[in-house]
């Protein structure tokens, strides 16, 4: 089955330290990967998306991605966490042959607490 | 433009009544869905509709209609509410492809005593 997969429940980090969140997929073929951050008591914001080209995307708020193929993944960072970043963060896939953007399918999703 | 909008914010329901969700936008977008959203199970889509007057079933539909008469509308019809339907519903809509990003509503908390 096509999906992806978020290891942690929960990633803690002190603010200004470097933050990852993890996603890996397991999808055929070549997939569209996207990540989402849902802010308490709100819908769910797009933050950056890996089509095609280069492997490191970059996205809103100073956030990136890293598309790995060989270890398929697709891990969320940056490089200095802010205490405003503490939200829920989704990993989501959309296969390239559904030509629908309505099939997304969204991992169970991480907890991001930063701290001071 | 006030994007993706959703009413009502909050509801509660009982066991075997039934009502309708709305779910509106405002950027000509031929693609919309419905999501479900429980704890420690992310986003499960329920429908989803590529154009007005077409519309198809998602991962969990059982319990659930929708209808697409405009570009604009995509409501969401519980039919006879059960308890296991209680969780936050988001819509959301895209310019379409699977390669573009989607839209969310702000959600509706939806509690079936």
């Known amino acids: 089955a096509q999906s992806v997969a978020q290891p942690e429940d929960q990633v803690n980090v002190a603010e200004g330290n470097p933050l990852t969140v993890k996603c890996t997929y397991s999808v055929s073929g070549n997939p569209y990967l996207f990540w989402y951050v849902q802010y308490p008591n709100r819908g769910l914001q797009f933050l950056l998306k890996?089509?095609?080209?280069?492997?490191l995307v970059k996205g809103s708020y100073g956030f990136e991605a890293e598309f790995n193929k060989s270890q398929t993944s697709f891990h969320l960072k940056k490089p200095s966490a802010l205490v405003s970043d503490s939200a829920l963060y989704f990993c989501?896939?959309?296969?390239?042959?559904?030509?629908?953007?309505?099939?997304?399918?969204f991992g169970t999703g991480t907890r991001l607490q930063v701290t001071l | 433009n006030a994007g993706v909008t959703q009413t009502p914010k909050f509801q509660v329901l009982k066991t075997g009544q039934s009502m309708t969700l709305q779910c509106a936008q405002d950027m000509n977008h031929e693609y919309m869905s419905w999501y479900r959203q429980d704890p420690g199970m992310g986003l499960r889509l329920i429908h989803y509709s590529v154009g007005a007057g077409i519309t198809d079933q998602g991962e969990v539909p059982n319990g659930y209609n929708v209808s697409r008469s405009t570009t604009e509308d995509f409501p969401l019809r519980l039919l006879s509410a059960a308890p296991s339907q209680t969780s936050v519903y988001f819509c959301a809509s895209s310019p379409g492809l699977s390669y573009n990003e989607q839209f969310f509503g702000p959600g509706t908390r939806l509690t079936v005593l």
């Open positions: 890996y089509i095609t080209g280069d492997n």
């Open positions: 989501a896939h959309n296969r390239m042959d559904t030509g629908t953007a309505s099939k997304l399918t």
